[in-house]
């Protein structure tokens, strides 16, 4: 499947050449806070089984990089009214769970939003000085003057939030698809899981790691070849799966955003860490 994945990308039409990519290497994490129990699979995968229920990972990613860069791949959520609503088991504040890692709020340098969603947006605020990336159609289409909202699919606390945070100048919005917004990190659009979602590229030492956030669920959806259950495109969706296919250095790098089993397949170091390798 990702032979063919990768062959369909090759395929494609090329588009105009890109300059030449940062030579930055990073460590990577997936870092666990939180489960939502006996979650619907039928709301992860397409055309799932409607009985089948799964302990999904709720997940930040952290990227370790040089000249004391610390990146956050989304921010996961904390405040109360989520909690209240969601009920997840085990949950950490995001700030106490990268602290495993030895990483405090005020260490992390950016993170990259990866859509609007409460649990990769919410958590924002807990790090002081940290930059968002985030798509600008995406932002463009989700908050409004003043912080109201335009669309559903972002709560209003966060959207009250996002634009606290662009009024202070802390909020970059990315200017489309294929853009290496920090040495050694390109983020990629095409998954349309929300308007203008974006997934991570990301240079490790064991080559280009594909951070998918919620662009990918499970890996079932590459496995089984299934686009993801909440999407606004099916087609795309299954178009970027294949695009991840061909970024990653190899398939283990495709990272999928609430799949359990990540800590399972990088069991190193543990206790809900797991270093992507």
């Given amino acids: 499947m990702f032979r063919a994945a990768a062959a369909l990308v090759s395929a494609a039409s090329p588009g105009p050449a890109r300059p030449a990519q940062s030579q930055a290497t990073y460590e990577v994490y997936a870092v666990r806070y939180a489960t939502l129990p006996a979650f619907p699979v039928r709301a992860l995968v397409a055309g799932a089984d409607s009985a089948r229920r799964l302990d999904i990972a709720m997940i930040v990613w952290v990227l370790r990089g040089p000249a004391g860069r610390t990146v956050l791949v989304d921010a996961g959520f904390y405040r109360d009214t989520f909690i209240l609503e969601w009920k997840p088991a085990d949950f950490v504040r995001p ?10 709020p005020e260490d992390v340098t950016d993170i990259i939003i990866s859509h609007v969603h409460w649990d990769h947006l919410d958590g924002a605020d807990l790090f002081p000085r940290a ?4 798509q600008r159609a995406e932002y463009e289409y989700y908050v409004g003057a003043g912080g109201a909202v335009l669309h559903r699919g972002i709560d209003p606390l966060d959207a009250a939030m996002l634009a606290r945070l662009r009024t202070a100048g802390r909020v970059m919005l990315v200017e489309g698809d294929d853009r290496e917004v920090l040495p050694g990190i390109r983020v990629y659009t095409g998954g349309r899981h929300t308007w203008a979602s974006q997934f991570v590229g990301v240079r490790t030492r ?15 959806n590459l496995q089984r070849h299934r686009p993801i259950a909440q999407t606004l495109d099916s087609t795309s969706n299954l178009a970027a799966q294949a695009r991840m296919a061909g970024l990653a250095s190899a398939p283990r790098l495709i990272v999928p955003g609430h799949d359990p089993a990540v800590f399972e397949r990088f069991p190193t170091p543990g206790r809900g860490v797991a270093r992507i390798e």
């Fill in 206 to 220: 064991a080559g280009t790691a594909v951070i998918a956030s919620d662009n990918l669920y499970l890996y079932e």
């Fill in 131 to 134: 930059r968002l990336w985030i």
């Fill in 95 to 104: 700030t106490d769970a990268i602290a495993a890692l030895g990483i405090r």
